[in-house]
């Protein structure tokens, strides 16, 4: 995995009195958000919900935010990690609590992974990697008491790998006890999460109507850093050249999805600011060398020539 650097454009000042602002405590996002099937985080993997879902849900762990090819501990307080019996112990942190105030124990953190692995949703092949499968899940994640708890593994890797796989969006600890009476005829409260959220993370689901808009508050009781901003806006603004001109004119604080040349555009604009902000993004080329493929397609001369196409630096 390479870290990426991706631009972000922020609306820093305003330019002038004239223009509009957007409401103070509240940070205003513009994106498409056509592209969501689920808020679930053991089904969100989708760009906008990927997006959306860390600041919803926390994980044991996640990418260092200056230095993401390093883990940094959120809800883990410590962990012990034994190569040979492939195997982490985690110590949780133990005043952690959820947004709906229920305390945080290792029992939501094996519920969690569980039903993660066991719904088999499309992002369910990142903890697949670590041999887990819906047959011998339950027997990979022991409790050893409230607060700690042991995750074992049967694939050849190391515990450095688990702790980034348990990093990812899918790897987000739950509210067991805010999840489990929504679940219906056996969907793990699937259903029910795609538009709410029972999350421990920095804010909360005030209302997700798809294709228009996200409403999140904060949650002050969150472990760990809290949040800055009263509530967060996102709102679904399919056209890029239309998300341009709301940054533009200030009536929005953060466009997301800009092309190049739009980006270009704006770095001279008075009152825009744009970042590049390093990303823990895979890229990869995927050849069709089955028997139905194009002779040339199964050619390693053919895949090594695709490699010097890639603008590694860019």
């Not at 940054?247 to 270009?264: N, S, Y």
Request: glycine content about 4%.
């Amino acid at each position: 995995m390479k870290a990426k650097v991706l631009p972000l454009l922020i609306l820093a000042a305003l330019s002038s009195s004239a223009l509009a602002a957007t409401p103070p405590n509240t940070l205003v996002v513009v994106q498409s958000l056509d592209d969501i099937v689920s808020l679930d985080p053991a089904e969100a993997n989708e760009l906008s919900s990927i997006q959306t879902v860390p600041s919803l849900y926390q994980r044991l762990v996640q990418a260092d935010r200056d230095d993401p090819a390093k883990v940094e501990p959120v809800l883990a307080e410590s962990w012990q990690g034994n190569a040979a019996a492939k195997t982490l112990t985690i110590k949780l942190r133990p005043q952690a609590t959820f947004a709906s105030g229920n305390p945080l124990t290792a029992d939501d953190v094996i519920f969690s992974f569980s039903r993660a692995v066991k719904m088999n949703k499309s992002p369910a092949f990142i903890l697949n990697v670590l041999g887990w499968q819906p047959d011998n899940i339950d027997a990979q994640l022991k409790k050893i008491d409230d607060h700690s708890l042991q995750l074992s593994w049967t694939a050849n890797v190391s515990p450095a790998v688990a702790l980034n796989i348990l990093s990812t969006p899918i790897a987000s600890i739950v509210d067991s006890k805010a999840v489990q009476p929504n679940a219906k005829d056996g969907d793990y409260g699937n259903a029910w999460l795609k538009m709410h959220s029972a999350g421990s993370g920095p804010f909360k689901m005030r209302v997700y109507q798809p294709h228009q808009a996200i409403v999140l508050d904060a949650n002050p009781t969150s472990p760990g850093s809290k949040p800055l901003l009263k509530s967060i806006i996102i709102k679904s603004v399919p056209d890029s050249a239309t998300r341009r001109l709301l940054i533009q004119q200030g009536d929005a604080d953060v466009a997301r999805e800009l092309g190049p040349d739009q980006t270009v555009a704006l770095k001279n604009q008075p009152g825009v600011k744009v970042l590049e902000i390093p990303s823990a993004e895979q890229n990869y080329l995927v050849f069709n060398t089955g028997n139905t493929a194009n002779p040339l397609l199964k050619n390693p001369a053919f895949w090594e020539a695709a490699r010097y196409l890639i603008d590694y630096q860019g």
